[in-house]
């Protein structure tokens, strides 16, 4: 079937404006060529404002309403949101957390950009109104922020993997880390470094293993496991120097595990890289 004119017009302003969001061309010389090529200027590529501009410019009465509608309701959510009862507090936010996440899940395949700005604009919705919700009703010392955490951290995991999302389900885990090393800051007085260090490089071993497991059926949890591994082998320097518990070895301490990390990684680097890469 032969391309017409009008295609091929479009398909050079298209590789012109590819040419221009990748730098191989300045500015000034893409806008000549586009104009060479372009019978109307009002055809040129939109770039993402001007693509945003012309969809509402475009957009229906009744998409205008929906729109403005939805803007209202969330401008009355807000004010006065510290005026509803408990249940419906949460209510609220557990359904707004839920359809960012439905919205991130629709769009995971076709534009993961898009679905992963809903995703994290969802996680970060759920633990900004449980921190309001602790404030409105004075639960922000004791087990409120606890509780708080530990939700997110749940939700994060969950939601990361199950729409395959590594860096969501990696938060989760650093929040339980932090659940972890809050844990032994109030349970544990004035351990000593060798202490520390049982504390925390055996959870550093059993996610290495966890990464090898679970790879098999889950490549991103593998890999976000094995960052988490990572993150524990050098957690007793960090935890030790948050706590000033034996810091004049830190330095040592960071250098000895540094070497044995980089060896262990080069000597094993074909085991390892098949269950993260």
């Known amino acids: 079937m032969p391309v017409s004119d009008g295609d091929k017009k479009k398909l ?8 221009r969001r990748s730098k191989l061309l300045p500015e000034q010389y893409c806008d000549f060529l586009q104009n060479l090529y372009l019978d109307d200027l009002e055809d ?4 993402l404002v001007g693509r945003a501009v012309r969809k509402i410019e475009q957009a229906s009465r009744r998409q205008w309403l929906l729109g403005f509608g939805i803007f209202a309701l969330i401008c009355l ?18 359904a707004a957390t839920a359809g960012f996440v ?19 604009t969802g996680m970060l919705l759920l633990l900004v109104s449980g ?18 955490l530990i939700v997110c951290a749940l939700t994060w995991i969950g939601v990361g993997v199950a729409l395959r999302f590594g860096l969501l389900q990696w938060c989760g885990w650093m929040a339980v880390v932090v659940l972890y090393a809050w844990t032994l800051a109030h349970k544990i007085n004035e351990p000593n470094g060798i202490e520390v260090q ?21 490549r991103s949890a593998g890999t976000v496991l094995f960052a988490t591994a990572i993150v524990l082998w050098f957690m007793p320097e960090l935890y030790s120097a948050l706590y000033g518990i034996d ?8 250098l000895a595990k540094i070497a044995i990390a980089g060896i262990s990684l080069y000597k094993w680097r ?8």
């Open 12 to 19: 050079i302003v298209n590789e012109i404006e590819s040419w």
């Open 44 to 47: 040129r590529p939109k770039n």
């Open 102 to 120: 439905a919205g991130g899940a629709r769009w995971r395949d076709r534009l993961p950009h898009r679905a992963f700005l809903l995703l994290g």
């Open 198 to 218: 049982l504390f925390w490089l055996p959870a550093a071993v059993l996610f290495v293993w966890l990464s090898w497991f679970v790879s098999v059926k889950i």
């Open 247 to 254: 810091t004049q070895w830190i330095p040592f301490q960071l």
């Open 270 to 277: 074909k085991h390892w890289m098949e269950w993260v890469a």
């Open 77 to 94: 959510v807000v004010l006065y949101f510290n005026a509803f009862p408990l249940a419906l507090q949460i209510g609220l936010a557990a």
């Open 131 to 148: 921190m309001a919700i602790l404030h409105l009703h004075g639960w922000e010392k004791g087990a409120g922020p606890v509780l708080l």
